[in-house]
């Protein structure tokens, strides 16, 4: 367990001439069992992957309880422009238990498609190679995830769409968002609508992934709480030196 620690802070560090000067006379606890003149490609590679894993096993859990989404004002799912017009006029005409009960079972959908899904977000991680990972060494407080989203974001986004459209008529949303629309659009002197809630709670759910998994990079990097062993505490105290 140390060693995939061990790694996986290097990983999040600098690939600059300081940096891998300051990683090269690491002492031997601290790089694992491996030599101190530095990690090998398969180590660097296997490091960004577990810290990644280690962001959907802590953070992106949470978004598949209950209220995992809806509760949760950083990923919260509001409504599209489109939809906010309909909500409004929904209120106006007292059918505001109607238009709550659209937008809760939203975020319902997207928190029961990220539990069917992120087994097919772990493969995509499992499958980056050290010629995607090396470039990413020295970076920000959410490097590791800004590369993960760059990657995968649209062949994810092409395996989510069929699970969310799936969700959506599990939890009822697309039965309960027809009704609703079916009203609005009976509403005299209003502009009709016909949103693709599938794409845009697919589009949602996603950037609520990369969220999650990115603040679980920056506690890392930046809070000494969340440097749970020694190995974390030798490592990212090199790391803050350097941003002096």
């Known amino acids: 367990m140390k060693k995939i620690i061990a790694v996986t802070a290097i990983v999040l560090l ?6 891998q000067h300051v990683v090269n006379n690491l002492p031997q606890d601290v790089l694992g069992g491996t030599t101190s003149k530095g990690l090998s490609n398969e180590y660097i590679a296997s490091g960004l992957k577990q810290a990644l894993d280690k962001g959907i096993d802590l953070q992106v859990s949470k978004l598949t309880a209950k209220d995992g989404f809806f509760r949760n004002q950083l990923v919260k799912i509001a409504l599209p422009t489109e939809l906010q017009k309909v909500d409004s006029s929904l209120r106006k ?15 319902r959908a997207a928190e029961d498609a ?21 470039n990413i060494l020295l970076g920000n407080n959410n490097a590791a995830t800004q590369y993960l989203n760059g ?10 769409n069929p699970v969310i459209k799936s969700s959506l008529g599990k939890v009822g949303a697309d039965t309960i968002w027809n ?7 009976g509403i005299p002197f209003t502009e009709k609508v016909n949103p693709d809630l599938t794409d845009y709670v697919t589009g949602k759910a996603l950037t609520g992934v990369y969220k999650m998994i990115g ?11 969340s440097r749970t062993s020694d190995v974390l505490k030798k490592v990212f105290a090199l790391q803050d030196q350097l941003r002096k």
């Open 14 to 19: 600098s690939s600059c001439a300081e940096l």
């Open 93 to 107: 005409i007292g059918l505001g238990n109607l238009a709550d009960e659209g937008l809760k079972l939203l975020n």
């Open 114 to 134: 990220v539990g069917t899904a992120t087994p097919i977000f772990v493969n995509a991680v499992k499958e980056m190679t050290f010629a995607d990972a090396k």
């Open 151 to 160: 990657k995968t974001n649209t062949a994810l986004s092409k395996q989510f």
């Open 179 to 185: 009704k609703i629309i079916t009203k609005y659009n």
């Open 215 to 225: 603040i679980e990079e920056e506690k890392i990097r930046t809070q000494l709480n």
